[in-house]
């Protein structure tokens, strides 16, 4: 696809300087950047970079045209995201034809969309719906009363449970699992008896969800992950979870069951949930934190073990880093007072 830099513009509300009528056809970074290419300019440590960019035009922060004389540019409040909408515009998702594979396995009353793709050894199961322009790969397996709504892509092996709900443009990649069994159980003289797992999962539009990441089904009830939600890679999402709109949450983080994670909320790798927690809205959580089941973690930015606020974290870390000099210190101090003891001591027997 081919447009033109005031084309461009008119979709993220910028404003050109230079020609306007510059043909782009592919998004590129500075470095690699080439005639017919558009890259962007986050912030003043780039522009000697942006200086011999070979891009045919650069997005950058208003005002700044003056730093980049004779360039071709669009003016923009947020560099970042207008070059990720624009990217979005000249590489379209890829749409496959309408087909259902002869070999995938499809119940007869599965409802699908007769503009749906339906890849090899997918297998559908009884009164399965999948929406309009919906991507089956290879190898995914959806199971009896589910429903995937429209222009959703689901990658190869992606699995559904019986009875999971998955709304409308969600992308689920490779090897995701939504609907199996939560870890639930309860102790008895014996071992352990399985407790029943016999609710949902509910997946709301517009969510993207990452390579090998598993969302268990409630136990009852419905786990929900909400609209517009990003999980990353190898997440695990534990039963009855109720995660809300816009949430991001990097990849590794295990999240125990009947955790409550409120709409824009930002957790970052590898964090630990103890069960029946809740993230309030506007809390961002660093990597590797852990959360005590039961806490309540309320705005601001959190990290560490147990979980604290940052600004107590940095000091504690500051604190810990000194302990090596702190010991030597101390055990200086002992031999000090030592000696004083032993001085006394000494003093008072020739009294």
Request: charged share 25%.
């Amino acid at each position: 696809m081919k447009m033109t830099v005031q084309e461009l513009a008119e979709i993220v509300n910028g404003r050109v300087v230079g020609d306007g009528e510059t043909k782009i056809e592919q998004i590129a970074d500075l470095e690699h950047a080439r005639e017919g290419e558009i890259a962007y300019v986050e912030n003043e440590k780039l522009f000697d970079a942006a200086a011999e960019s070979k891009a045919s035009c650069l997005i950058v922060r208003n005002g700044l045209e003056e730093k980049l004389p004779d360039r071709t540019l669009i003016e923009v409040a947020n560099p970042k995201l207008a070059f990720s909408i624009i990217g979005a515009t000249l590489h379209p998702p890829v749409r496959r034809e309408p087909e259902i594979h002869e070999t995938a396995v499809v119940a007869e009353t599965a409802d699908i969309a007769l503009t749906a793709y339906v890849g090899p050894n997918v297998s559908i199961g009884e009164h399965t719906h999948v929406g309009a322009y919906t991507r089956l790969e290879a190898g995914v397996v959806l199971g009896d009363n589910v429903t995937v709504g429209d222009d959703c892509v689901l990658h190869p092996n992606v699995v559904l449970y019986d009875g999971v709900s998955v709304g409308s443009r969600v992308i689920l990649h490779a090897g995701v699992c939504l609907g199996a069994d939560g870890f639930g159980y309860v102790r008895h003289d014996l071992g352990y008896q399985k407790f029943p797992q016999v609710g949902t999962v509910v997946i709301e539009d517009d969510v993207e969800i990452g390579a090998h990441t598993c969302v268990d089904r409630a136990a009852l009830g419905r786990t929900r992950i909400g609209r517009g939600t990003k999980l990353d890679n190898m997440v695990h999402v534990g039963h009855n979870c109720d995660i809300g709109e816009r949430v991001v949450i990097a990849a590794q983080t295990g999240i125990s069951g009947s955790v409550v994670i409120e709409d824009d909320a930002v957790i970052g790798g590898q964090v630990g949930f103890g069960d029946h927690t809740r993230v309030q809205k506007g809390a961002i959580i660093g990597s590797k934190a852990g959360i005590l089941p039961g806490k309540i973690v309320r705005p601001g930015v959190w990290w560490g073990i147990p979980i604290q606020p940052l600004d107590q974290y940095k000091r504690m870390n500051a604190h810990l880093n000194r302990l090596p000099e702190m010991r030597e210190e101390l055990k200086r101090l002992q031999e000090q007072v030592a000696e004083l003891r032993k001085k006394l001591t000494t003093d008072h027997t020739d009294m």
